[in-house]
Nanobody, 114 residues
Framework: VQLVESGGGLVQPGESLRLSCAAS????????MDWYRQAPGKQREWVAT???????NYPNSTKGRFTISRDNAKSTVDLQMNSLKTDDTAVYYC?????????WGQGTQVTVSS
């Protein structure tokens, strides 16, 4: 299983950014996909989930600002992030669970700063 994130960068507060994760080595269409993030000195935090059927779920910290979506034909999962705040600064990871194993991408840095 390989997960490769892209799309991170430096933006100002209030701006938007779109992350993408390309998956390989799995039958993508049957897997739920997640996004997590980890800020310096903090624990990894769940950001969003999309089920195999397209149902989405978010914690209160990202609900209404972030949107997760998937393209089963391309085996990709995206995270659209709007109204970004300085507190959103973190390394963002794509993840999925197969059997008893959780797979992670290498992460992509998102920095929100004026």
């Amino acid at each position: 299983v390989q997960l490769v994130e892209s799309g991170g960068g430096l933006v100002q507060p209030g701006e938007s950014l779109r992350l993408s994760c390309a998956a390989s080595g799995i039958r993508f269409i049957i897997y739920a996909m997640d996004w997590y993030r980890q800020a310096p000195g903090k624990q990894r935090e769940w950001v969003a989930t999309i089920s195999s059927g397209g149902r989405t779920n978010y914690p209160n910290s990202t609900k209404g600002r972030f949107t997760i979506s998937r393209d089963n034909a391309k085996s990709t999962v995206d995270l659209q992030m709007n109204s970004l705040k300085t507190d959103d600064t973190a390394v963002y990871y794509c993840a999925t669970v197969s059997g008893d194993t959780m797979y992670w991408g290498q992460g992509t840095q998102v920095t929100v700063s004026s």
